[in-house]
């Protein structure tokens, strides 16, 4: 796997004017790690890319591995692992630019994350290709600000919660800031539901001490 970060930016020659692309917010991506060894389980997170255009989010994601589920997460058969450490990634995450998919982080603290959770007990080529299309789908939602309330979404994250030989199972989650209403996230809950089509449920971001 080629690192993520190798995308090239935008050239300067582009002749789009680039007023037109650019983002009212910019973003960065981010993985999750996950490895296993002798009695132990290790996590890491890893901020990959940033942008603030619609460019440089194509550029980005047209050459990403992660552009494809099968590619990184479970795909019904295997565990993909990489790096020489053979971590397994876990989950992408799209968040506003300074801010971290931890709920440590100082603007998620005491806000919540609606989850869309999806799965399936058999490999389905056609279940794969609609859940790679859904998160394209949200990405583009986010950070072309057309999703109600936006202005309280701080990202999302893609995460792979499958267990070998067991099921496929993944989950979008909509991480909001703590201004956001329950009403306003029941409204954002109702609104995501027709064109997602999934389990959705609420849960506030607590620290575990």
């Known amino acids: 796997m080629e690192e993520s970060n190798s995308v090239s930016k935008i050239d300067e020659s582009d002749t789009i004017e680039q007023d037109k692309v650019l983002l009212n917010r910019s973003w960065s991506f981010w993985e999750n790690y996950e490895t296993k060894t002798k009695g132990s389980q290790s996590y890491v997170i890893e901020e990959i890319y940033t942008f603030d255009n619609l460019i440089s989010f194509w550029q980005f994601w047209n050459k990403y591995p992660g552009n494809d589920t099968k590619k990184i997460f479970y795909d019904g058969e295997y565990i ?69 309330f936006n202005k309280y979404i701080n990202g999302i994250r893609f995460v792979d919660k499958s267990k070998l030989g067991k099921f496929t199972t993944f989950r979008f989650e909509i991480w909001v800031n703590s201004s956001m209403t329950e009403k306003e996230i029941e409204k954002l809950k109702e609104h995501l539901y027709p064109e997602f089509q999934c389990k959705a449920t609420v849960k506030r971001m607590q620290i575990t001490k």
């Open 80 to 148: 993909k692992y990489f790096f020489k450490n053979k971590y397994r990634i876990s989950a992408i995450n799209l968040f506003e630019k300074g801010i971290r998919p931890e709920w440590e982080d100082e603007k998620n603290k005491g806000g919540n994350t609606l989850t869309l959770e999806y799965g399936t007990k058999e490999y389905e080529e056609k279940f794969f290709s609609f859940i790679t299309e859904k998160w394209l789908k949200l990405m583009l939602y986010l950070i072309g600000e057309t999703i109600p």
